[in-house]
């Protein structure tokens, strides 16, 4: 895979789409007016009204133009492709064999794991493990110690 492609479902798109409007059309104008209010004060070189406001802007402008790199290259996941075999997008149920646990995830791009919410990044050990395997696989995740999983079940 493409090292600048940003793999994401099309929720993980319309999110940051949504959160790359937000900075351009609502952050951008709230960090102008701090700007303002901050020069009026007067004197700049001892202002930290303006050093903060001069620092946010820097955070949301960095984000901006991170958000529009990833947008440029972003690669979507096809959810509604149906594989038997795990892959980016699959919602895997598995077991682990030490514990007997099972849990159910899906399996996403770095860009919008979330593990409390059941989305795993595909570059963690676990996801690396069980990539190309199908249900009924058990699979050694190379940590420290190893651990085995057995896949119960792929959608």
Not at 7 to 23: C, D
Not at 67 to 77: A, G, P, Q, S, T
């Amino acid at each position: 895979m493409d090292e600048n492609k940003v793999v994401v479902t099309k929720e993980g798109l319309a999110e940051l789409q949504k959160e790359y409007e937000y900075l351009v059309h609502v952050e951008r104008d709230q960090v102008i007016e701090e700007l303002k209010a901050a020069r009026a004060q007067g004197d700049l070189s001892e202002n930290a009204d303006y050093d903060a406001a001069r620092d946010h802007q820097a955070r949301v402008e960095a984000r901006i133009r991170q958000l529009d790199d990833m947008l440029k290259n972003v690669e979507i996941i096809d959810e509604k492709k149906k594989s038997r075999i795990v892959r980016l997008g699959s919602k895997v149920t598995v077991q682990y064999l030490d514990t007997n646990e099972k849990e159910k995830f899906s399996i996403v791009g770095t860009v919008e794991a979330d593990p409390l919410n059941g989305k795993l990044s595909n570059d963690t050990p676990l996801a690396k493990a069980i990539m190309d395997h199908k249900a009924n696989d058990v699979c050694m995740v190379i940590v420290n110690p190893p651990y085995e999983v057995k896949i119960l079940e792929v959608e």
